[in-house]
């Protein structure tokens, strides 16, 4: 294939995945001449390029094609339903041949006369009988690229056009059946582009109206090949193989000469590979552009009107796991469509808009991508799945009475499962499902689903960022060293010594106590067949997070984390679940890397441990830690243990002193590519002013989006939870008080004292960032001097005014004082007036307040404790440890007031 019919083929496949976009936008605003301008330019711009490569048949459909739109531009023809999916055949046609021109190299024969004679009878004005799209090819979610490998079909690097952030496709209401004169030879059904279209970038932005080529200003760009740039990955990952041999040996060699030059490669190499990877990130908007047209044509087969919105569209994503994710994410949208979203008047019968909402929204969170897809329709009935299960064989009476709801809910993910009474052309054959969360699964990513009957059904998809280089802790069983993907770690424990935890067995299996939940424990040695002795009641635990649930792994020690280069495991080992793939650590040894998702199949379900025996239990122990916190145990400066909230820290770091320079009269540390403040809190402390060796010193990092800071300190002593009741005692700047934690008196770090010594806009920065959203009011009810010291900061850097009191009491006489909130935050447990009883006092009074937004804040919340706080009034439930919860709930209730 020459060079010319190879540059035409990238540019016209970025000419329609324009045209399918901006076509579904026209057809909800058909009076915007500028986007009917952009449309018949850009089939006028395929049409020439045809004429002149000398491509008789693609020119004759689109010069077919352009008519249509040229009459509609006249003002002859008005913009319908039916002309638009005209002209939407005659894209798809478009497309098919560029398929076969792009493999074959020669426009392909073929006879396109039935689609020529409709499209000249529609821009002549002759009535037409649309073909109804044909949706009936599901996404063959089967066949996916192994990790670790790249598809060889893909064109050059691009990107693809993506709707503007924030888009929302109305699929526009199905006009009404009616009789129509004969209409000509039907044409071939429309169908969506296939899975493996060429998609190659485009310089317009979906809301743009300007001709792709013609933008003023662009920067300027150069395609690359997809060859050339998975080889520069390649490259680059076996230079960071070799960077951690070296910083391997330069652990135990300190006073090497090498060690300066070997930091600034450390450096110079994590720089090379974060920017390598930028190169082959690509916006999740990519995978999302030809759902506009999907919505559309499901909304006119199913007759529904259905409006899609999709968020966070601009959120990057490496260029393989975003085409991994493709086709589950066009499954589960089709299914929104079809089995979420209601008829018209089953809507309007239930009290809800005729108009159904189908929502995508990405976000980025650490190493991974958050995907949440969702739709306000009918909910999942579990009175139904739980019959199809026991119809089904899946489950027993007795198993299904001691389920929880997200127990139940799993189900949904068995093959073949499906609670659709019809089968379709488009789903109810319960295929899909358990193929789309096996295949995020195989990427290291999770499935979790939340349904309410009649309101609607979420499912999150939580995917890496890249499958190339990750980062991964080292832990070792049995002398064999082993790599746990941190995405998938939660926290490390001890069990046994005077510190750690207990082991306790309900039927006979092994559980870990862990503050208000029972998890379920799996030793390591006995699911491999390790070698040695197993001291159950002396090992450390890697808690580990798989969709909802979490369980114990049993490891003999941890390590360190590391970024690590993941390689596809051997064909002889690809039929074992446990591992995801194997890598090479700094000292030259293969490990193998273990999949968290493996180990939950091949062990069971974990979740069994949840039944109502265990859950009773944690309950009970639950309610005995209402007012508990988290908190980090460490010394500093002296030899009296301080405490700071773990829900604060952001990471533990051990820096050696050598890295701790001065700059404007404090000490600063050069961490992730900036410089971050220092504080200690010893007066005295001077870095590199003790013995000759270069000291590591343990550093508490507090991030919060563009700052950080970092607390030097001499000793981590541990985690505990504990319920504070602080004590002020005068200590001076710095200390909120002082506490019993764990037998000892312990002085409490005041955080938000050393966020604004190192920082002084820590706490106005984000606020002035939300400057376009009024500023909301929230008022904060806690007995806990604790908490509530702890929480105004947090709220406060969300942008939040904070009025903080102790009683409930208190709280009703500002609201009989007439002062304005716009949320309201209110423990539970608490002295005299408990939170149900206030919140039930709020809804149930006169009070301006009654209609405000209340959130319950609580250590535990068990079934019961959620049923009785919606009684009371309560608009939401969060932890009390959980501030991404406490934000994002605020975040929902913004406006509400």
């Known amino acids: 294939m020459d060079d010319l ?65 040229g009459r509609v531009r006249d003002g002859a023809l008005p913009v319908t339903p039916d002309t638009v999916t005209v002209v939407l055949t005659c ?43 044909d949706l009936g090819d599901v996404p063959d979610l089967g066949d996916v690229t192994d990790l670790g490998e790249v598809a060889a079909d893909d064109p050059d690097i691009d990107f693809t056009p993506v709707p503007a952030k924030g888009a929302v496709f109305d699929a526009p209401p199905p006009p009404p059946r009616k009789a129509a004169p004969p209409p000509p030879p039907p044409p071939p059904p429309p169908r969506p582009a296939k899975a493996r279209d060429l998609a190659p970038p485009p310089l317009l932005h979906a809301d743009d109206h300007g001709d792709a080529h013609d933008l003023p200003g662009a920067p300027p760009t150069v395609r690359v090949s997809v060859d050339l740039l998975d080889s520069l990955m390649t490259m680059v990952s076996e230079l960071v193989l070799t960077r951690n041999q070296m910083m391997q040996i330069l652990r135990h060699q300190r006073d090497s000469a090498f060690a300066d ?37 499901l909304g006119h087969e199913l007759r529904k009107v259905i409006a899609l919105e999709m968020t966070g569209d601009d959120t990057e994503l490496d260029r393989q796991v975003l085409e991994l994710i493709r086709d589950p994410l066009t499954h589960m949208v089709r ?36 995907i949440q897809i969702s739709d306000d329709g009918r909910g999942l009935s579990l009175k139904a799945i739980r019959a199809k299960a026991l119809a089904v ?41 358990d193929v789309v969360r096996t295949n995020i699964e195989k990427i290291g990513g999770t499935v979790e689903m939340a349904t309410t009957e009649g309101r609607g059904t979420t499912f999150t998809l939580k995917i890496p960022l890249t499958l190339a280089i990750a980062s991964a802790l080292i832990v070792d069983c049995g002398g064999e060293r082993f790599a746990i993907p941190q995405i998938n770690v939660v926290e490390l424990v001890r069990i046994g010594g005077p510190v750690g935890h207990a082991v306790e067995y309900i039927n006979e299996t092994p559980v870990l106590r862990l503050r208000d939940r029972l998890l379920p424990l799996v030793s390591l040695r006995r699911l491999l067949q390790l070698d040695g002795p197993e001291d159950v009641t002396n090992q ?3 808690i580990t997070q798989v969709g909802t649930y979490a369980y114990g792994l049993l490891v003999d020690q941890v390590f360190d984390t590391e970024e690590i280069v993941v390689k596809p495991v051997a064909p002889i080992l690809r039929d074992i679940e446990v591992y995801s793939g194997n890598t090479i650590l700094g000292d030259g040894s293969v490990v193998l890397i273990l999949d968290p998702n493996g180990i ?52 533990l770091e051990e820096i050696p002193e050598s890295r701790m320079e001065t700059a404007n009269g404090r000490f600063v540390v050069q961490y992730h590519d900036r410089l971050m403040p220092l504080i200690s809190l010893d007066p005295a402390f001077v870095p590199g002013s003790g013995s000759g060796d270069d000291r590591y010193r343990p550093v508490v990092v507090f991030a919060d989006g563009a700052h950080a800071m970092g607390l030097i300190v001499d000793d981590i002593v541990d985690i505990v939870e504990e319920r504070v009741e602080v004590e002020p005692t ?168």
């Open 5 to 69: 019919l190879s540059e035409f083929l990238t540019e016209t496949s970025e000419n329609l995945a324009v045209l399918d976009v901006e076509l579904v936008r026209l057809e909800q605003t058909p009076d915007d001449p500028a986007l009917l301008g952009n449309i018949f330019r850009l089939v006028h711009t395929i049409k020439g390029t045809c004429g002149f490569l000398g491509l008789p048949r693609l020119e004759a459909v689109a010069h077919a094609g352009e008519n249509v739109l």
């Open 91 to 133: 894209l798809d046609t478009v497309k098919e041949i560029l398929d076969e021109l792009a493999s074959s190299g020669s426009e392909p024969a073929g006879d396109d006369s039935a689609l020529l004679a409709m499209l000249a009878a529609c821009a002549n004005g002759e009535p037409i009988m649309a073909a109804e799209p």
């Open 261 to 297: 030059p070997l930091q600034r490669l450390n450096h110079i190499t994590s720089e090379l590979q974060e920017r390598v990877m930028k190169t082959r990130m690509q916006p999740i908007g990519q995978a999302w552009t030809k759902l506009p047209r999907l919505i559309r044509d």
């Open 335 to 370: 299914n929104a469509a079809d089995h979420g979203i209601e008829p018209p008047d089953e809507r309007r019968a239930a009290g809800k808009s005729e108009v159904g909402h189908v929502r995508l929204r990405a976000s980025q969170e650490g190493g991974h991508v958050i």
């Open 393 to 433: 064989g899946l489950a027993g009476e007795d198993d299904l009475a001691g389920m929880t709801e997200q127990q139940i809910l799993q189900f949904v993910f068995r093959p073949g499962f499906s609670t659709s009474r019809e089968v379709s052309t488009i789903s109810g054959r319960g295929v899909g499902m």
């Open 540 to 542: 450390l635990v890697v």
């Open 600 to 651: 939950a199949a091949v062990t069971g379900d974990l979740s069994v441990v949840d039944t109502a025996r265990s859950q009773a239990a944690a309950d009970a122990l639950a309610a005995e830690e209402d007012d508990s916190a988290a908190l980090l145990l460490f010394l500093a400066g002296s030899r009296t243990p301080k405490a700071v909230p773990l829900v604060l820290v952001a990471r």
């Open 730 to 897: 005068g200590c001076g700047p710095g200390i909120l008080g002082s506490a019993i934690i764990a037998g000892r008196a312990t002085e409490i770090v005041d955080a938000g004292y050393f966020l604004t010594e190192a920082h002084p806009d820590w706490f106005h920065t984000d606020a002035e960032a939300h400057a376009v959203l009024p500023r909301e009011r929230v008022l904060l009810v806690d007995d806990s001097a604790f908490f509530r010291s702890m929480l105004t900061p947090i709220l406060a850097v969300s942008g939040y005014t904070v009025t903080a009191v102790d009683d409930p009491a208190k709280a009703l006489r500002l609201c009989q004082q007439g002062e304005q909130f716009d949320v309201i935050i209110s423990d539970i447990e608490m002295p005299g007036m408990d939170g149900f009883e206030f919140a039930a006092a709020l809804r149930n009074s006169d009070c301006p307040w009654r209609d405000l937004p209340v959130i319950a804040l609580s250590s535990h919340a068990t079934p019961s404790d959620l049923d009785r706080g919606r009684r009371a009034g309560f608009t939401d439930y969060v932890a009390k440890s959980d501030r991404r919860a406490l934000q994002a709930a605020l975040a929902e209730f913004r406006g509400v007031a």
